[in-house]
């Protein structure tokens, strides 16, 4: 079994991405982790790309959409996936992700914070944020706290901060690129500490952005984002000569924590894993 921390970096884009995710570059470059591309599914939305990476679907198949599809997932998703084999499930991200596996709508008096056991729920622990300009700094540590306290077996983090400058700024000002530094600060700082704890992790993001601070089309600054895996299942190098598909990471995740895949994940992975 192998207890795994997935990082979803909100709208950060491959080739910014490469430049200022320095600490996740350097152990690439020294034979530490894989790297690969990806071109992210359509429509290069948040909702419907959040439902893509836990469930390995594509749009027309899970339906979710566009951002204003309010329900709970239908699909077999990895959160299902890991409480079904009796495991518990942590997050800490925005409220979208609450409404997809938590309790739909969300309501921020009830819902922000979820530390008690509720049958209906798929995200045992849970830390929730509604505000765009909510801290990355303050969402990792929500983070921690909950990794610590209750010791999930499946730990989502998901900042928002790299999306808010892109929506405000656009993807070549000053302020998206500091955003993605920011987060390469806070991985520098925890990555070595959750790799020395045992865990795999998966970084990646759901869609890039334009430099009209706009995505959920089709070019490729909207679509396409990086894949980094610090994990023993798999083997490590550079891969970034083609595209693989956003299909591949539910089925990912749950080769790396060992648990059966969801019925309509794909089961050939386009990821080099050892046997």
């Known amino acids: 079994m192998g207890k795994t921390i997935f990082v979803l970096i909100d709208a950060c884009k491959y080739d910014l991405g490469t430049i200022y995710l320095s600490a996740l570059e350097h152990r690439i470059d020294y034979?530490?982790?894989?790297?690969?591309?990806?071109?992210?599914?359509?429509?290069?939305?948040?909702?419907?790309?959040?439902?893509?990476?836990?469930?390995g679907l594509p749009m027309y198949r899970h339906g979710i959409a566009n951002n204003d599809v309010c329900r709970r997932s239908?699909?077999?998703?990895?959160?299902?996936?890991?409480?079904?084999?009796?495991?518990?499930?942590?997050?800490?991200?925005?409220?979208w992700m609450s409404e997809l596996y938590s309790h739909a709508?969300?309501?921020?008096?009830?819902?922000?914070?979820?530390?008690?056991?509720?049958?209906?729920?798929?995200?045992?622990?849970?830390?929730f944020y509604w505000d765009d300009l909510y801290p990355d700094s303050h969402l990792y540590s929500d983070g921690e706290w909950i990794r610590k306290t209750y010791n999930p077996y499946f730990m989502m983090y998901h900042s928002m901060g790299v999306d808010e400058m892109g929506h405000l700024h656009g993807s070549e000002s000053v302020e998206?690129?500091?955003a993605i530094a920011g987060v390469n600060d806070i991985l520098s700082d925890l990555l070595p500490v959750w790799l020395e704890g045992g865990y795999n992790v998966v970084i990646t993001a759901d869609h890039g952005m334009n430099p009209q601070g706009i995505h959920g089309g089709n070019a490729w600054d909207q679509r396409e984002v990086p894949l980094y895996l610090f994990c023993t299942k798999a083997i490590?190098?550079?891969?970034?000569?083609?595209?693989i598909s956003q299909n591949n990471i539910a089925p990912?995740?749950?080769?790396?924590?060992?648990?059966?895949?969801?019925?309509?994940?794909?089961?050939?992975?386009?990821?080099?894993?050892e046997v």
């Open 31 to 55: 034979g530490m982790g894989a790297k690969y591309k990806v071109q992210g599914e359509l429509p290069s939305l948040s909702r419907p790309m959040y439902e893509t990476l836990m469930t």
């Open 74 to 95: 239908c699909c077999d998703n990895v959160f299902r996936l890991v409480k079904e084999i009796g495991l518990m499930t942590g997050a800490a991200a925005y409220y």
């Open 105 to 127: 709508p969300f309501d921020k008096n009830r819902d922000r914070i979820q530390v008690e056991l509720r049958p209906e729920s798929l995200i045992d622990y849970g830390l």
């Open 176 to 178: 998206y690129a500091a």
């Open 236 to 243: 490590k190098g550079r891969y970034e000569d083609h595209y």
């Open 252 to 273: 990912l995740l749950c080769r790396l924590m060992e648990i059966p895949t969801g019925k309509e994940m794909m089961t050939e992975l386009e990821i080099k894993m």
